[in-house]
């Protein structure tokens, strides 16, 4: 029986029972996932990403550790500069001044890349600068970063570096203790091919350092990267201080297999061939043009497109068919911009034909020129 508002009570409504032999989910009654298990997740990922740092694998999309990070290591009385290439960088922005930090916010246009350089200038211009967040590539506007040149800068002036790697771990290099990168978080939904529930962060000394020394640092918090490093790595990852998400574990372990099985150069080279072979068949096309107009500035992960005057970008995008991996840009963008998505399993040629022979439908185009380009430019980028 159950109670309405009214106080009136009804009989519970029957739960129908399927017929027929139950059927046996492989999602359901799984033996515990291990603390030997995870801990062997945690040092696969800390391959990936060329570290001797400790990993940590949280448990939730990539925002949490990123914001994790974040609160962390800035605290009234620090100062960061956060490079700002797409909206990513602005959501750092505000979490680092919810933080009390002061930010120095160095914002480029969206359509290109930030300049080591420009980095440099900007720290010698604030020399209190002890943290830098940036994005390594943008997947919502389609540029990538040159991380490589920026750590040297950054840790020249003694700052922190804090990355986000989510869109680009598995599609471009990633080195991560080579770079100075202190902070490097991940996630296993872009090119990893993987689960968007699960994510990771490797934390060198320096930034351990950093968080014990901040009072303001998350204690006893799903925030709070000393509890894991004092309950679970510094504890010798013995005993699990929760309960995994098991299924999410297990598909980062089966896609850390598949990048294995495929080795990571060559699915890097996917990527870039994905890339670079989207962009060739879009000029070839005619009709719509890269938004990021350096090929050295843009994501092996995504590309971005601009669309021409009075043509609607979210209009254009709902012609086309749902299965494609195509979409209208997010906020301002979205009457602007159309984002081609190629990672994961979508960094195939076979998708990106359909992409472009989609858009050469749905804009008046004729496919066969572009479909020529995008061949040629996958066969070269292969090869590179």
Same mark, same amino acid.
């Given at each position: ?18 017929k027929g032999p139950r059927t046996v989910s492989p ?19 800390? $391959? ?24 962390? $290591? ?67 506007? %389609? ?19 804090m990355l986000d790697a989510v869109a680009s771990v598995?599609?471009?290099?990633l080195l991560t203790d080579e770079w100075g990168i ?8 872009? $090119? ?61 372990? $089966? ?30 096309? %005619? ?41 209208? %840009? ?55």
């Amino acid at each position: 029986m159950r109670q309405t508002r009214s106080g009136t009570h009804h009989p519970a409504p029957a739960v129908p029972r399927a017929k027929g032999p139950r059927t046996v989910s492989p999602f359901l009654d799984l033996p515990p996932l291990s603390a030997a298990e995870f801990a062997a997740i945690e040092d696969r990922v800390a $391959a990936l990403l060329h570290t001797e740092a400790d990993v940590i694998v949280t448990q939730g999309e990539a925002l949490l550790p990123l914001e994790a990070a974040i609160r962390g $290591a800035a605290h009234p009385g620090s100062t960061a500069l956060n490079i700002v290439t797409g909206p990513y960088g602005q959501t750092f922005g505000n979490w680092l001044r919810s933080c009390g930090a002061t930010v120095i916010d160095l914002a480029v246009p969206f359509d290109g890349a930030v300049s080591a350089e420009q980095v440099a200038d900007a720290l010698d211009a604030a020399p209190a600068v002890d943290f830098v967040s940036l994005v390594h590539a943008e997947a919502a506007t %389609g540029n990538t970063n040159p991380v490589a040149g920026i750590g040297a800068v950054v840790r020249e002036h003694g700052a922190l570096l804090m990355l986000d790697a989510v869109a680009s771990v598995a599609a471009e290099p990633l080195l991560t203790d080579e770079w100075g990168i202190d902070l490097c978080v991940i996630g296993g939904q872009k $090119a990893m091919g993987g689960p968007a529930g699960v994510s990771a962060v490797s934390v060198s000394e320096r930034a351990w350092e950093r968080i014990a020394a901040n009072p303001a640092a998350p204690r006893r918090s799903y925030l709070s990267l000393l509890d894991w490093k004092e309950r679970w790595t510094d504890a010798g990852r013995a005993v699990l201080p929760h309960a995994p998400a098991q299924l999410e574990m297990l598909a980062l372990g $089966a896609c850390l297999d598949r990048i294995a099985a495929d080795g990571l150069p060559a699915v890097i080279a996917r990527h870039r061939a994905a890339a670079a072979a989207t962009r060739a068949g879009v000029r070839a096309l %005619g009709t719509l043009t890269p938004f990021v107009t350096e090929d050295a500035h843009a994501a092996p992960v995504a590309t971005t497109l601009r669309t021409p005057d009075g043509v609607d970008a979210t209009a254009l995008a709902a012609r086309l068919d749902p299965a494609l991996p195509v979409q209208p %840009g997010g906020g301002a963008l979205a009457a602007t911009m159309l984002r081609v998505n190629h990672y994961g399993p979508a960094a195939a040629p076979d998708t990106v034909r359909a992409c472009l022979t989609g858009l050469a439908a749905a804009t008046g185009a004729d496919a066969g020129p572009a479909l020529a380009a995008a061949e040629a430019a996958w066969d070269t980028a292969v090869r590179a």
